[in-house]
DNA sequence: CCCGGAACCTGAAGGC
DNA sequence: TGCCTTCAGGTTCCGG
């Protein structure tokens, strides 16, 4: 599912075996799992070299290397990392292997082949046209307000769009309006102050405590170790169609297929 | 420019 | 049990 605090979470468990290690070689098993370059042209520029940093922006997770490259990866619907040491076989569904220096290999595990990686130079537009990042300093209520402001369009699509704000994905934009209690259909400008304040809380809340948990487990998202994340525990609406509102309003979560996602919220106290 | 819908894929879950 | 349908967290492209 990858969202921002599934990105963040997988970040910060992989850094200890990326940090300041030297990839041997990167095969890539399914070859639309690469865009934008070939398997070999891939290893000409990272096969030897040393992984100064990974950071996350957005949904993506980036490997920066040590010759100004970086290589971008977005896990899509149903990618993740296993990291393992001298595995005999891959694990099922494997669609990439980063083969690091002291034998740890990174397994990019994806059933449904959406994930992509590409290799880049830093100044890539991919990232350029990304939007402020939610929990930085830069993401401010004003800003947020700002952004609103020029759009008419409903407020969901507005959070889902990457452009606007990097890192909301279906659920976790749910959540955020439940909390806010505000509609998903309602015109993004027509929000009150209050209101955009009160969004603003409850964007960097639901990211928050996603990260804390470290990432939502709802269906084949797993952490690098192996382990799930337990933030879909703390979920309030999203895949819960049919139950009472947990607000207590007496309404129950509704389910409706909006813009082209599943949209989970309570008709009662969402305005 | 905006919007809806399809496409990219597999597999889990639900209905019958 | 088994077959068929529906649905899934994201993004991009195409056509109206």
Redesign the pocket.
């Known amino acids: ?3 921002l605090p ?1 990105v963040e979470t997988i970040k910060n468990e992989l850094k200890p075996y990326a940090d300041g290690h030297t990839v041997k070689k990167i095969d890539i098993l399914w070859p ?1 799992t690469l865009r934008g370059s070939t398997e070999k042209e891939l290893n000409e520029k990272v096969a030897g070299h040393r992984i100064t940093e990974l950071t996350r922006r ?2 993506y997770l980036i490997f920066h290397f040590d010759n100004g490259k970086i290589l971008l990866v ?1 896990h ?3 990618g993740s990392f296993h990291a393992e040491a001298n595995l005999k076989e891959p694990p ?2 494997t669609r990439a292997i980063i083969h690091l220096d002291d034998c740890m290999d990174l397994y990019f595990v994806d ?4 994930g992509r990686f590409e290799l880049a130079d830093p100044d890539t537009e ?1 990232l350029k046209k990304l939007g402020p990042e939610p929990l930085s300093r830069q993401f401010t209520e004003k800003r947020l307000a700002e952004i609103l402001a020029k759009r ?2 409903p407020i969901k ?1 507005v959070l ?1 769009n ?1 452009e606007l704000i990097a890192g909301i ?3 976790y934009a749910d959540e955020i309006l439940f909390a806010s209690r505000i509609h998903p259909e309602r015109p993004a400008n027509s929000l009150t102050p209050a209101e955009v304040k009160k969004l603003y809380t409850e964007i960097r809340r639901a990211l928050r405590n996603g990260i804390k948990r470290k990432g ?6 797993y952490r690098p170790g192996g382990e799930k994340g337990s933030a879909h525990l703390a979920f309030r609406v999203a895949r819960k169609a049919g139950e009472p509102c947990p607000q207590g309003c007496k309404g129950k979560i509704s ?1 409706k ?1 909006f ?4 949209t989970y919220f309570c008709p009662s106290c969402q305005h």
């Open positions: 599912m990858p969202e599934e639309p957005g949904k977005h899509k619907l149903t099922k569904n059933p449904r082949r959406f991919t008419k369009s699509p889902l990457q994905g279906n659920l939502a487990s709802i269906a084949t998202y389910y297929f813009r082209g996602r599943g």
